[in-house]
C-alpha cells in the first residue's frame, strides 16, 4: 500500500476545499442577513 | 458597403489623431525597448541561446506593450464624451470595431517592425533574409492580439482600476496567440529558416474566431 | 432551512459511499498502485469544473440576450463554484504527480489547460467586483465570460499542438477506454456525487447573490432617502 499518505491527503484537501467554499457562503449569507434587517429598520424608522 | 467606408472614415480619424500627436506610437516603442534591453540582462544573449528564448521574450514584450497601448483606445471616447456621437454617426456599430482594431495592429505592426532590427542586433538573430515571412507572422500575431485588445479595451474602461484590469482581461485570454506567434518567429530565427504553415494557419483561425464573436455581440459592448 | 439540511446529509452519505466505492470497491490499478484512486476525485472534479464553466457561458449568454437579472446570478454563481472545483483539480494533480512523476507540476496540456481555465474565471469574477452599478457589471462580464469561454478550445489546441513537439513525460490516459468495469462504475458514482455537490453549491451561491442584489436595491432606497 505504497502512497496511501497521499492518496489520503488528497482526499481530505479535496473535502475540506469544498466544506471550506460552503461554509464562508452560508457566513457571507448571514452577514447580508443581518445588513438586510439593518436597512429594513433604518427604512421603517425613515417613514 | 456602407459598413466598409463607414469604417475606412473612421478609421483615417483614428490615424489622423495619432498622427497629430504620436504619443501612443513613441511611448510604445520606447516601452518595448526598455522591456528588450532589461531581457537581455536575464540570461546570456548568444546567438544560441537568443534563438531559445528571443522569440519568447520579444512576444511577451509585444503583449504587455499591446496591454498597456490599447487602454486609451475605448477610454478616449469615454473622457471626451464621444461615444454615442461615434454610435449614432455609424449604422452598424461593427465599423467603429473594425476602424479601431485596424488602427491598433496598424500601430502594433509598425512598433514591432521598428523593434525588429534594434533586437537582431542586440540579440544577435539574423532576420534580414527571413524579413517578409516575419512580417506575416507579426501582422497575423498582432491581428490576435488587437481584436479580443480592442473589445476588452471598451469592457475595462467600464471598471475601476481600469489599467490592471485589461492586462488581466486580456494576458491569459492571449496563450494560444502568444504560443503560435513564438513558434512561427522561433522557426523562422533558426539557422535553417523555415515557416511554419500549422502555426500561421491556427493564428489565421484564432483571428477568425474572436472576430467573429467581435461581430456578433460588438452592439454589446457599446452600451452605456 | 430545513430542506437545505437534508440534502447535505443526503450528499454527505452520497459522498460516504462513492468513498468506500473508490478505496475498497474499485481494484487497485496494476502499473500505478493505489495512487491511481486520487483520479476519481481529480478527473470527476476537472469534468465537474468544465460543467460549471458551461452553465457560467450559457448563463452569459442568456443574460446578453434577456437581461434578465436571475442570468447575472447564474453566471457569477456558476463562475465561482467551477473555480471551487478547479481549487481541488490543481490540488490533487500535483499530489498525484509527486510520487509518480517524480515532480509537482509539468507543463502539459490539460495540466495547462486548467490553469489558464482558472485564471480567466478569476479575471471575470475580479471584473466584477470592478463594476458598481448592477446593470454594467453583468453586461460586461457577461460579454468578457463569453469571450473566455471561446478561448478554451484555442488554448487547449494550442497547448496540446505545443507539447507533442516538445519532449513530455509519459502520461497515462485518463479514463478511456478498456476501463475495468468496477473502476468505472466508481468514477461514474463520484462524478454523479460531484456533480450533486455541484448543484448544492451552486443554489447556495445563487441564494447569495440574490440577496446581495436585493441589499444592493435597499441600500440605494436607504440613501434616497
Redesign the interface.
Known amino acids: ?4 499518505d ?2 489520503l ?3 481530505l ?3 475540506a ?2 466544506f471550506v ?2 461554509i464562508s ?2 457566513q ?2 448571514s452577514t ?2 443581518e ?2 434587517e439593518r ?2 429598520a ?2 421603517t424608522k ?1 417613514k | 458597403m456602407a459598413l466598409f467606408s463607414n469604417a475606412a472614415v473612421l478609421l483615417g480619424k483614428e490615424l489622423r489623431t495619432e498622427y497629430r500627436s504620436r504619443e501612443l506610437l513613441t511611448t510604445t516603442v520606447v516601452f518595448i525597448l526598455v522591456v528588450v534591453v532589461l531581457f537581455s540582462f536575464t540570461f546570456d544573449p548568444s546567438a544560441g541561446e537568443s534563438r531559445r528564448f528571443g522569440p519568447g521574450l520579444l512576444w511577451l514584450s509585444f503583449l504587455f506593450a499591446a496591454s498597456l497601448m490599447l487602454q486609451p483606445c475605448f477610454l478616449r471616447e469615454q473622457n471626451n464624451d464621444t461615444l454615442s456621437a461615434l454610435r449614432l454617426s455609424v449604422r452598424d456599430p461593427f465599423a467603429i470595431f473594425l476602424a479601431k482594431l485596424s488602427a491598433n495592429t496598424l500601430f502594433l505592426l509598425l512598433t514591432e517592425v521598428l523593434m525588429l532590427p534594434i533586437f537582431a542586433v542586440l540579440y544577435n538573430v539574423h532576420i534580414l533574409a527571413v524579413f517578409p515571412q516575419l512580417v506575416l507572422v507579426l501582422f497575423l500575431g498582432s491581428l490576435g492580439v488587437a481584436i ?1 485588445g480592442t ?2 479595451s471598451a ?2 474602461a ?5 489599467e490592471l ?1 485589461l492586462p ?2 486580456l494576458l ?2 492571449l ?2 496567440v502568444l ?2 506567434s513564438t ?1 512561427a518567429t522561433g522557426g523562422l530565427l533558426e539557422e535553417h529558416p523555415g515557416l511554419r504553415v ?1 502555426w500561421l494557419g ?1 493564428l489565421a ?2 483571428d477568425v ?2 472576430l467573429t ?1 467581435l461581430w456578433l ?1 460588438g452592439e ?2 457599446l ?1 452605456e | 432551512m430545513l430542506k437545505s439540511t437534508v440534502k447535505a446529509i443526503g450528499l454527505f452519505v452520497l ?1 460516504a459511499i462513492t ?1 468506500y466505492l473508490a478505496f475498497y470497491y474499485a481494484p487497485i490499478e496494476k502499473s500505478m ?3 491511481q ?2 483520479f476519481y ?2 478527473v470527476s ?1 476537472a469534468l465537474t469544473s468544465f460543467l460549471a464553466f458551461g452553465i457560467c457561458f450559457y448563463a452569459n449568454l442568456r443574460y ?1 440576450f434577456t437581461r434578465q437579472q436571475k442570468a447575472d446570478w447564474l453566471g457569477v454563481s456558476a463562475a465561482e ?1 467551477g473555480l ?1 472545483f478547479i ?2 483539480v490543481l ?2 494533480g500535483p ?2 504527480a ?2 509518480v512523476w517524480g515532480i509537482w507540476w509539468t507543463w502539459d496540456a490539460r495540466l495547462t489547460l486548467t490553469f ?1 481555465l482558472g ?2 474565471y478569476i ?1 471575470y469574477l ?2 466584477r467586483s ?3 452599478e448592477p446593470e ?1 457589471r453583468a ?2 462580464s457577461a ?2 465570460g ?3 469561454f ?2 478554451v478550445p ?2 487547449y ?3 496540446r ?2 507539447r507533442t ?1 516538445h519532449p513530455q513525460p509519459v502520461i497515462l490516459g485518463g479514463p478511456g477506454s478498456g476501463l475495468e468495469p468496477r473502476m468505472r462504475v466508481s468514477y461514474l458514482l463520484m462524478w454523479g456525487a460531484l456533480t450533486g ?1 455541484l448543484i ?2 451552486l443554489s ?2 445563487y ?2 447573490e440574490a ?2 442584489a ?2 444592493e436595491d ?2 440605494r ?2 440613501e434616497v ?1
Do not use: C
Request: overall charge positive.
Open positions: 500500500m505504497k502512497n496511501l497521499s492518496v491527503a488528497a482526499y484537501a479535496g473535502w476545499i469544498f467554499y460552503y457562503i452560508s457571507r449569507m447580508l442577513r445588513e438586510v436597512l429594513k433604518l427604512l425613515g | 479580443p473589445a476588452f469592457i475595462s467600464q471598471a475601476r482600476m481600469r484590469m488581466l482581461l491569459p485570454l496563450t494560444p504560443l503560435a513558434e500549422d491556427f483561425g484564432f474566431v474572436f464573436a455581440f454589446y459592448l452600451e | 459522498i468513498a498502485g493505489v495512487i484512486k486520487i476525485l481529480h472534479s446578453v463554484v471551487a481549487v481541488v490540488i490533487t499530489i498525484w509527486k510520487p489558464v485564471l480567466l479575471s475580479l471584473l470592478m463594476i458598481e454594467k453586461l460586461f460579454l468578457f463569453i469571450f473566455a471561446l478561448d484555442l488554448v489546441f494550442s497547448i499542438w505545443w513537439q455537490l448544492l453549491l447556495a451561491r441564494r447569495l440577496l446581495r436585493s441589499v435597499l441600500r432606497e436607504a432617502r
